[in-house]
């Protein structure tokens, strides 16, 4: 997206929020966790940037999901940090590409914990990819007014339109 000098950008102030400083395994494990626990963010934010294809017109629905980030794991590590702890690391070291097929053991205790102190349920498999509606209190978008070319003229009837042929010299012919 090409930028002009009338465009408005945000200020410093209102892109710096705080970051989840976590680890890809770390967040991988807690992944389906948070995905249920923040769905109602997450949708509103995506739902945001596929309406207004504007990330600067998301900024505050950027920072709700990134808000309940932090609510998540702060309960998970109030909740679950033992848990947790040896799930992520399982998952750390059992292959390269960081697989849950091997931590099937550790997953089953974290589920556990995790339903009865924080009260999010593992969600089963395929929860993400199935088509879920998402009420938003979010005004639709007011699309702008498609402004279509003047019409092409209709080509001539061959069977009513008179051709003129112009008589060329004798030399002309073949």
């Given at each position: 997206?090409?930028?002009?000098?009338?465009?408005?950008?945000?200020?410093?102030?209102?892109?710096?929020?705080?970051?989840?400083?976590?680890?890809?395994?770390?967040?991988?494990?807690g992944?389906?966790?948070?995905?249920?626990?923040?769905?109602?963010?997450?949708?509103?934010?995506m739902?945001?940037?596929?309406?207004?294809?504007?990330?600067?017109?998301?900024?505050?629905?950027?920072?709700?999901?990134?808000?309940?980030?932090?609510?998540?794991?702060g309960?998970?590590?109030?909740?679950?940090?033992?848990?947790f702890?040896?799930?992520?690391?399982?998952?750390?070291?059992?292959?390269?590409?960081?697989?849950?097929?091997?931590?099937?053991?550790?997953?089953?205790?974290?589920?556990?914990?995790?339903?009865?102190?924080?009260?999010?349920?593992?969600?089963?498999?395929?929860?993400?990819?199935?088509v879920?509606?998402?009420?938003?209190?979010?005004?639709?978008?007011?699309?702008?007014?498609?402004?279509?070319?003047?019409?092409?003229?209709?080509?001539?009837?061959?069977?009513?339109?008179?051709?003129k042929?112009?008589?060329?010299?004798?030399?002309?012919?073949?």
């Open positions: 997206m090409a930028y002009r000098t009338d465009d408005w950008l945000p200020s410093y102030e209102e892109l710096k929020v705080p970051e989840l400083e976590l680890t890809s395994s770390v967040l991988r494990a992944s389906l966790y948070f995905g249920k626990y923040c769905d109602n963010q997450c949708k509103e934010f739902l945001c940037n596929a309406e207004l294809n504007d990330p600067r017109k998301c900024l505050a629905e950027g920072k709700a999901v990134t808000r309940c980030g932090f609510e998540f794991f309960k998970v590590k109030k909740n679950c940090l033992g848990e702890n040896q799930y992520w690391k399982c998952i750390d070291h059992s292959d390269s590409d960081m697989a849950f097929k091997n931590c099937r053991k550790t997953q089953a205790i974290l589920d556990t914990c995790m339903t009865e102190k924080v009260g999010v349920e593992r969600p089963p498999i395929g929860y993400f990819s199935k879920r509606v998402h009420h938003t209190d979010r005004p639709k978008p007011q699309l702008k007014e498609h402004i279509l070319p003047e019409p092409m003229p209709e080509p001539p009837d061959p069977k009513t339109t008179e051709v042929t112009k008589i060329y010299p004798k030399y002309y012919h073949l």
